[in-house]
């Protein structure tokens, strides 16, 4: 006799963002129903797949009004905590910001899971909360730091330390199953225009005089992994995934960024001449996830970045 699986109903903040969005596509493909929580400051409605929107509902709010968000936790069983300020420009610009939607969004999703009884939940955290790394490849045990408290940038980074404070802490006291994940460098054809690949495509579409800038030396290097692995991973910790753990999601596979923009003058048939111009005060040099935990539970890269970077721009 056929177990019939159970249908839960997950709540995503931040659904309509980029990961979120795809996220939360997933979960609707596989027949749960889907609470989604934004304000759409970087998110899109349309992000969601038509085939499946019989199956969410949408509930427009700023993550810092715990009124607003109470009521999106309608039979919630799952929580996935994504709502955040990305983008390097507010980072700098508005850290203000950046910090009060980390912390009060934060423990406005933790407080009502605590009057609602949920007991699962994932918190969204990221590579930069290891700055520039003491080892490369990085793996989940090293040390997080902000190395200039006097560095707007660190706003970001320093929010997402305090996520996963809280979130271990209250995680031992309140929660069955609590993990946080690093998402390293996600990318795909639908993402915000402040992120490397994006920016770059950006460029190539407005090129003049086969001058092509970029920010730092073109000697960073990163890793980049298709939404679709991501997805795919993020399946996987959640299937998976233990109790109180931190898990890298990305791949090994890294590239020079100033080889990252040939290779898409290649794709693109445009020939370029590299101006360099100096990077953010706190970028990083390097950054390469170590994966070893989330290949341990399954995990394999199927799109290389070759054939992601073909993918986005439709060839």
């Known amino acids: 006799m056929a177990i019939l699986k159970k249908i839960k109903t997950y709540l995503v903040t931040g659904g309509t963002g980029f990961i979120g969005s ?43 009004n715990k009124d607003q968000l109470l009521k999106s936790f309608k039979k919630v069983d799952v929580v996935i905590h994504l709502a955040y300020i990305n983008g390097t420009k507010h980072f700098y610009k508005n850290p203000t910001l950046v ?37 490369v490849p990085t793996s989940e045990k090293e040390m997080m730091k902000i190395p200039d408290v006097m560095n707007p940038r660190y706003s970001y980074g320093g929010g997402k330390i305090l996520s996963e404070l809280v979130g271990i802490n209250y995680g031992r006291k309140y929660f069955k199953k609590l993990i946080i994940f690093r998402p390293h460098n996600v990318y795909s054809e639908d993402m915000g225009n402040e992120h490397v690949i994006p920016e770059f495509i950006r460029k190539f579409k ?99 970045l070759m054939k992601g970077l073909r993918k986005i721009i439709n060839l």
């Open 22 to 64: 795809n996220i939360c596509n997933m979960l609707l493909k596989e027949g749960n129903k889907v609470n989604i929580f934004d304000n759409n400051f970087r998110g899109r409605f349309n992000r969601i797949d038509r085939k499946n929107r019989g199956n969410f509902r949408f509930f427009k709010g700023d993550i810092r």
């Open 99 to 135: 910090l009060d939607v980390a912390i009060k969004g934060l423990m406005n999703v933790i407080d009502i899971c605590i009057k609602k009884k949920v007991k699962e939940i994932y918190i969204a955290s990221s590579s930069e909360v290891y700055q520039t790394p003491f080892k």
């Open 206 to 304: 407005n090129l003049k005089n086969n001058r092509f800038k970029i920010i730092g030396t073109g000697n960073e290097i990163r890793s980049f992994i298709h939404i679709d692995d991501f997805v795919q991973a993020f399946k996987l910790i959640m299937k998976k995934g233990k109790h109180l753990n931190i898990y890298n999601i990305g791949t090994n596979e890294k590239i020079k960024i100033s080889k990252l923009a040939n290779i898409m003058s290649k794709i693109l048939k445009k020939k370029i001449i590299i101006q360099r111009e100096n990077k953010h005060k706190g970028g990083t040099n390097i950054r390469i996830p170590d994966i070893s935990k989330i290949k341990k539970i399954g995990f394999k890269q199927n799109i290389s």
